[in-house]
């Protein structure tokens, strides 16, 4: 059997996620189905290029910030994580205030808690690896041009 841990333990846990989320820059959200209620992190804030309003998120304030040509696919991948009440996974550009575009993948967890439907979530800035994806093609295509001629 597994001791019981300490408020203490429970208090350096939660500083060492915290920590260790800051570092890697990935944003956590709670998004509860039954009531569209969304949490975000200070992290979700800074990937959406947007400041804390502090409590609760408006569901559109995600899909507003959805590039107009990933938009349908987003929706359709979290609706049919609702309706299959699983695992949510996506990935999509987000526009930030400023006009530029961020690439970001998400990820999360279904669960249910007091009959609610809730997602746990993460999501993090994947823009480096898309670009360099997209620059791997194009320099070969033309090494693939090159070696033809």
Request: glycine fraction near 8%; charge should be negative; charged fraction near 25%.
């Amino acid at each position: 059997m597994k001791p019981v841990r300490s408020e203490q333990e429970f208090q350096n846990l939660v500083r060492r996620l915290e920590l260790a989320l800051d570092a890697s820059l990935i944003g956590v959200w709670e998004h509860d189905v039954s009531e569209d209620a969304l949490i975000w992190d200070e992290q979700m804030f800074r990937l959406y290029g947007r400041d804390d309003p502090g409590g609760p998120v408006e569901a559109s304030l995600w899909s507003n910030a959805i590039h107009p040509d990933d938009l349908a696919g987003a929706r359709a991948d979290f609706a049919g994580a609702v309706a299959a009440k699983g695992d949510y996974s996506s990935q999509y550009r987000v526009l930030l205030p400023n006009g530029a575009i961020r690439h970001l993948r998400s990820r999360a967890h279904f669960f249910e808690e007091n009959g609610h439907g809730i997602f746990i979530g993460a999501e993090w800035d994947v823009t480096a690896d898309v670009l360099l994806n997209r620059e791997l093609a194009t320099q070969k295509q033309i090494a693939e041009l090159r070696a033809a001629e």
